[in-house]
């Protein structure tokens, strides 16, 4: 079985500032992590993804996440945040029963990021 | 960009009352999937399927609900006698073998 943890429903910080957004997993076989980002009454857009390889990845409008397995990790971060950034924003997990491809995709909570001017 | 399609993005309708949400997958995409979202919770599971057949799905997918894939293009979500309780977003994926699921723009079912 999958879960994830999201640590904060409601993260609020001011535009220029960092953006950490906390996320743990928890897996049986070796996971696929992904960060949604999901835009006021709009679908899910993917940020990033990681499967394997690197740990520190990078994804779309300046996000990067870093894969810490000791620490069942995923937290998601920006170096400064933009208006544009406000939004909810979802970790993932997904990995099959065999743990050689995707599966479905279990969510966390939620984050919603509020960015003050 | 090849992205997945969903119909209508809006649906009301009165319990009891059977309701279709189609979605159109991204062509050559092999596995397909339905989750939903209540207002203010998160994005959960309902079923997914391969192969012209169910391969997952969640406690909520119980007798009321049904998925078919009619004519190769269309993935179609069923739910036979609405609740109150299914009024939600829902959201349809798909992907390919060795790839992440893209996800269509939902569609907000209304239980009224």
């Known amino acids: 079985a999958q879960s994830v943890t999201q640590l904060g429903s409601h993260v609020s910080v001011s535009e220029g500032a960092l953006v950490l957004l906390r996320c743990n997993y928890s897996?049986?076989?070796?996971?696929?992590l992904f960060w949604y980002v999901q835009y006021p009454n709009q679908g899910l857009q993917l940020l990033l993804k990681?499967?394997?390889?690197?740990?520190l990845v990078k994804g779309i409008n300046g996000f990067e996440a870093e894969f810490k397995k000791s620490e069942t990790s995923f937290h998601l971060t920006k170096p400064s945040a933009h208006m544009s950034d406000a939004a909810e924003y979802f970790c993932?997990?997904?990995?099959?029963?065999?743990?050689?491809?995707?599966?479905?995709?279990?969510f966390g909570q939620g984050t919603i990021l509020t960015v003050h001017p | 960009e090849p992205e997945v399609t969903q119909t209508p993005s809006h649906q009301v309708t009165q319990m009891g009352q059977e309701v279709i949400l189609r979605c159109v997958p991204i062509?050559?995409?092999?596995?397909f999937y339905w989750y939903r979202q209540i207002l203010g919770q998160k994005v959960e599971f309902l079923v997914s399927f391969y192969n012209n057949e169910i391969s997952e799905k969640s406690e909520i997918f119980d007798d009321q609900f049904s998925v078919e894939r009619p004519d190769g293009s269309n993935f179609t979500l069923k739910i036979r006698s609405t609740k109150l309780e299914d009024s939600a977003m829902y959201f349809c994926a798909s992907r390919d073998l060795n790839t992440e699921a893209f996800f269509g723009q939902g569609t907000r079912l209304t239980v009224v």
């Open positions: 062509s050559n995409h092999l596995y």
């Open positions: 897996s049986s076989v070796p996971p696929y």
């Open positions: 993932a997990v997904t990995r099959n029963a065999g743990g050689t491809s995707y599966g479905k995709l279990t």
């Open positions: 990681y499967t394997t390889g690197a740990t």
